[in-house]
């Protein structure tokens, strides 16, 4: 029977632990620092979704791309990072995670500093489109050497809710610190930051990270079919969602692409349940926690992103703020979201990650729809202050509790394919939220109007997805029920 095996960097090979385990949710010295490299890798990629936001005017001046061809400098981002996880996170479970890590983080440092440089917008996107590429093996086999260092229960919801909290945090001081670096010293700062950041972290790797794989005469092969119809059905819808809001869902480009997406992906199913060794197997998607717990965190994901995309546009043409005054209003809620990393972890406890995660799928719809009483007095300011940070404390809490969820009962050599699946998650959810409703804001017939419009459906999309995701994972139960089945077909 094949078996997860931690290898040191001498290659001598271990079993899962070989130092006692700490008791109860108190973490091993060795542990704190694979915690603290893990987590400062996912943040500086969280820092790379955001960071460039409100540098994109300079860019496009700076290096001569008109307004079509700007969007690219985050879709050429978006496409591998989306596009690549699931197939770099099952390359991990097999071959190395500690070693496609450093790969990842490697290519990541690299077209860092080739962005940091780029003379043309051709070279500019060819590093954002590696940098992409770097992220999606850092993000997947980050998780997955984390899940695996922390065993079930308390311990890996702890770990998980600073991973968490830092992923967010990531997402908000990028939005920060790209106005302030654009405004001080130039947008190629924001990629300078990240060289620098990658190479600080990619040494700390090497010493603190221990390898693990699947091990044993009996490996399974990559399933190289499997692989090339999930990642080419990932890249075109990924691609299709991403220049939707800026062609409209009409074009023939996007409409070629779902529609070639969609039959991938289809094709990807056939092969999957015909293949002897599977990429995915069906069976885990079909897992209660598996299926329900990634449809929550496809919603407070898509949804939330959209809030900030909307809330963006809403201060700065509606209420007059600039750039840096509009970063400081999401910044509001990185403070909170501090608290609410060490507050999260302690109500999966309690509650479990199921209820946990409908929970703080309610919080997040009813504070966005406080939003509706936005209007265009300067008091406006401070409403949307409160409302998008205590709505960001509950979206944080789905994060996490979605992570736990949708990882629990899944054996250690299928971690990076689960951890995958989490992360192709997040990726989906921050591209798909904004063409499907943020267009609405653009194209009604005021601006005002059409922020509260999306608002509103963003508001009842979040509460209706945690009525659906409670009932599918059964949080509503008789008394002395199971809340989920952990065999192969329910849990």
Do not use: K
């Not at 979704?49 to 061809?69: C, H, K, R």
């Not at 996880?85 to 071959?95: A, K, N, Q």
């Not at 130039?186 to 972290?201: D, E, K």
């Not at 091990?215 to 819808?237: F, K, N």
């Amino acid at each position: 029977m094949a078996t997860e095996t931690l290898t040191t960097d001498t290659g001598r090979t271990t079993g899962p632990s070989s130092a006692p385990e700490p008791v109860g949710t108190r973490f091993a010295r060795r542990e704190l620092l694979v915690l603290t490299v893990l987590c400062a890798a996912q943040f500086m990629v969280a820092l790379d979704f955001s960071i460039l936001n409100v540098a994109l005017p300079t860019i496009g001046t700076d290096l001569a791309m008109s307004a079509s061809t700007l969007q690219w400098a985050i879709t050429a981002f978006a496409l591998p990072s989306g596009g690549f996880l699931l197939l770099l996170g099952r390359t991990g479970d097999l071959y190395g995670r500690r070693r496609l890590f450093l790969g990842g983080l490697a290519l990541f440092g690299t077209a860092s500093l080739v962005t940091t440089l780029a003379p043309s917008s051709d070279v500019f996107l060819a590093g954002r489109a590696l940098q992409g590429l770097g992220a999606a093996a850092i993000v997947p086999t980050a998780m997955a050497l984390l899940t695996t260092t922390f065993e079930e229960g308390p311990r890996r919801a702890r770990a998980l809710g600073v991973a968490g909290t830092l992923l967010s945090l990531g997402f908000t001081v990028g939005m920060v610190l790209g106005g302030v670096l654009t405004d001080t010293l130039g947008w190629r700062s924001t990629m300078g930051l990240l060289t620098v950041a990658s190479a600080l972290v990619l040494p700390l790797a090497r010493v603190f990270l221990s390898e693990s794989r699947h091990e044993g005469p009996d490996r399974p092969r990559l399933d190289v079919p499997g692989a090339a119809t999930v990642t080419g059905g990932l890249l075109a819808v990924i691609y299709a969602l991403s220049t939707a809001a800026s062609r409209g869902f009409g074009h023939p480009d996007v409409l070629g692409a779902l529609v070639l997406g969609a039959g991938l992906l289809a094709a990807f199913v056939v092969v999957e349940s015909r293949t002897a060794q599977p990429l995915v197997s069906l069976p885990l998607l079909r897992r209660r926690t598996v299926a329900w717990g990634n449809l929550g965190g496809l919603v407070t994901f898509s949804m939330m992103s959209t809030v900030v995309f909307v809330l963006t546009l809403y201060l700065q043409d509606v209420l007059g703020l600039d750039a840096f005054r509009t970063g400081l209003v999401f910044g509001a809620q990185g403070v909170l979201s501090v608290g609410a990393g060490v507050l999260a972890p302690r109500l999966v406890g309690r509650f479990g990650g199921a209820r946990t995660l409908v929970g703080a799928l309610v919080g997040q719809g009813l504070f966005v729809a406080t939003l509706l009483a936005l209007g265009t007095g300067r008091g406006s300011v401070w409403l949307a202050v409160a409302g998008v940070s205590i709505a960001s404390v509950f979206h944080l809490g789905a994060i996490i509790s979605y992570g736990v969820t949708a990882t629990s009962g899944v054996a250690d050599d299928q971690q990076g394919l689960v951890t995958g699946l989490v992360t192709t998650t997040q990726q989906v959810g921050i591209t798909v939220g904004i063409p499907l409703l943020g267009v609405l804001a653009t194209t009604a017939t005021s601006l005002e109007r059409g922020v509260h419009v999306v608002l509103a459906l963003d508001a009842a999309i979040v509460l209706v997805a945690a009525v659906v995701v409670g009932l599918g994972l059964r949080v509503w139960r008789p008394a002395g029920a199971p809340a989920v089945e952990l065999a192969g077909g329910g849990a």
